[in-house]
């Protein structure tokens, strides 16, 4: 629980209700710059333009890293991978065009996984995926979430092995 809250749902400050008022804050609310009171607490949200004038691919991922910052190690990467996600293609699609529009669905779909990374929540778990030694593996809320380091824990046991014993991974 919040400091100074029980905890129990249906109070003001319990997470589930932040969490849930959070779900249903519209994308174009956001989007528009207007204060967000999420559980009485007020963050200034500017992404970007109205989407009904449209909105370059550029102009949304400096707005979700501005909108990142505060809240994870590498807000440029999040941004980027949460717009690729919105909007079903690789990352290397958004630099082939940066000056393109991003449709109004994608916009809002990307406004609202900025909301969760924005709360804390992991990257994979928003995705669905985390890449893991050149593998890809489906990630849920159940899912401990490999890390880096655990991928060279790894390597370092592969070295352990002697070079004449067969192994298979």
Known sequence: PLRG???WPGQAC??????????WLTSADLLRGQQ???????????LAPD????????ELLSAGTRWLEGSSDSPRLDAELLLAHALEKPRTYLY???SAVVPAAPAAR?????????????LAQITGTREFWSFGLKVTADTLIPRPETEL????ALKQIPPERQHAI
């Open 36 to 46: 967000a009171n999420i559980g009485g607490m007020s963050a200034e949200r500017s």
């Open 51 to 58: 989407l009904a004038t449209g909105t370059r691919t550029d």
């Open 5 to 7: 809250c029980s905890g």
């Open 110 to 122: 990307y406004a609202a996984l900025l909301g969760q990374r924005a709360a804390h929540r992991p």
């Open 96 to 98: 082939q065009t940066l």
């Open 153 to 156: 824990l790894v390597e370092l």
């Open 14 to 23: 319990c997470p589930l209700r932040i969490c849930l008022r959070a779900v």
